[in-house]
C-alpha cells in the first residue's frame, strides 16, 4: 500500500478505502455469478501464511473449479502456531479454520451440483469438516507426487502458485507482511476479481 501512496502521490487512508470499496465490489460479483454458476468439480486445499510475525500463522482455504480454475470460495483464519516462541510469546493458540471452513462451504454449497466431486490432499481434517458443511457430495481424497510427472491437485496447486507470485505478501520469502486479517481479506477479494474477470472500478 506505501508504494501505490507514492505513485499515486495520495493519503493511506484514500487507497485504503479505495481498496476497501473494491473488495466490496469483487464481493457482488462474485455473489451474483455463484447464482448461476453450477459445477460437478471443485479442488479444496489450504495455504500457509502469516500476520506480522511468522510467529502468528494464518491458513487461507480455498476452492477452485477444476474445470475453468475459477476461484468459488476463500477464507482467511487463524492457526495454532507450531513453534513454542509463538505459542508461549504471542499466545497464538486459537484455530479459527472449522469455522472458516464451513462458511467457506456454506457460501458455495449452491453452486455445487448434487453428489458433486470435491477433491482434496489427504489431511486428516477435511472429511470431517467437509461431512459438516456439506451434503450429498463425493469426496476423493489425492495426493500430488514426489517427483516430476501428472499432479492429480494440479488446479489447486497452481492456483496458490499464481497467488504467492501475484502477492507480494503471499511470497515465501518477502519484506512485505501482512498487518491485519481484514486486510489481507480485501487483497484476496481484489485477487478474486482478476482471476475471474470481474469489472471493478
Same mark, same amino acid.
Given at each position: 500500500?506505501?508504494r501505490? !501512496? &507514492?505513485?499515486?502521490e #495520495?493519503s493511506?487512508?484514500t487507497?485504503?478505502?479505495k481498496i476497501?470499496?473494491? /473488495?466490496e465490489?469483487?464481493?457482488v460479483?462474485h455473489a451474483?455469478?455463484?447464482?448461476?454458476?453450477?459445477?460437478?468439480?471443485?479442488m479444496?486445499d489450504?495455504m500457509?501464511?502469516?500476520?506480522?510475525?511468522?510467529?502468528k500463522?494464518?491458513?487461507v482455504?480455498m476452492?477452485v473449479?477444476?474445470?475453468t480454475?475459477?476461484v468459488?470460495?476463500?477464507? !482467511? &483464519?487463524r492457526k495454532? #502456531?507450531?513453534?513454542?516462541?509463538g505459542?508461549?510469546?504471542y499466545k497464538w493458540? /486459537?484455530d479459527?479454520?472449522p469455522?472458516?471452513?464451513h462458511?467457506m462451504?456454506?457460501a458455495?454449497?449452491?453452486?455445487?451440483?448434487?453428489?458433486c466431486?470435491?477433491i482434496?490432499?489427504?489431511h486428516?481434517?477435511y472429511?470431517?469438516?467437509l461431512?459438516?458443511?456439506l451434503?450429498?457430495y463425493q469426496?476423493k481424497q489425492?495426493?500430488?507426487?514426489s517427483t516430476?510427472?501428472?499432479?492429480?491437485l494440479?488446479a489447486?496447486?497452481?492456483?496458490?502458485?499464481?497467488?504467492r507470485?501475484d502477492l507480494?505478501?503471499l511470497?515465501?520469502k518477502t519484506?512485505?507482511?501482512?498487518?491485519t486479517?481484514?486486510g489481507?481479506e480485501e487483497?484476496?477479494?481484489?485477487?478474486v476479481?482478476?482471476t475471474?474477470g470481474y469489472?471493478?472500478?
Amino acid at each position: 500500500m506505501r508504494r501505490m !501512496v &507514492a505513485l499515486l502521490e #495520495c493519503s493511506p487512508r484514500t487507497v485504503a478505502k479505495k481498496i476497501s470499496h473494491l /473488495a466490496e465490489q469483487s464481493k457482488v460479483h462474485h455473489a451474483e455469478r455463484m447464482k448461476v454458476l453450477r459445477t460437478t468439480c471443485v479442488m479444496i486445499d489450504e495455504m500457509e501464511t502469516f500476520m506480522h510475525s511468522r510467529y502468528k500463522q494464518l491458513s487461507v482455504p480455498m476452492v477452485v473449479r477444476v474445470k475453468t480454475g475459477e476461484v468459488l470460495g476463500f477464507g !482467511v &483464519a487463524r492457526k495454532p #502456531c507450531n513453534q513454542p516462541r509463538g505459542q508461549i510469546k504471542y499466545k497464538w493458540t /486459537a484455530d479459527d479454520r472449522p469455522q472458516e471452513f464451513h462458511q467457506m462451504l456454506r457460501a458455495i454449497e449452491p453452486a455445487l451440483t448434487p453428489g458433486c466431486t470435491v477433491i482434496t490432499d489427504g489431511h486428516p481434517s477435511y472429511g470431517k469438516w467437509l461431512g459438516k458443511g456439506l451434503a450429498n457430495y463425493q469426496h476423493k481424497q489425492l495426493q500430488s507426487p514426489s517427483t516430476p510427472g501428472y499432479d492429480p491437485l494440479f488446479a489447486i496447486n497452481l492456483t496458490f502458485a499464481k497467488m504467492r507470485n501475484d502477492l507480494a505478501r503471499l511470497g515465501r520469502k518477502t519484506w512485505t507482511t501482512t498487518k491485519t486479517i481484514k486486510g489481507l481479506e480485501e487483497h484476496l477479494w481484489l485477487w478474486v476479481a482478476w482471476t475471474n474477470g470481474y469489472r471493478v472500478g
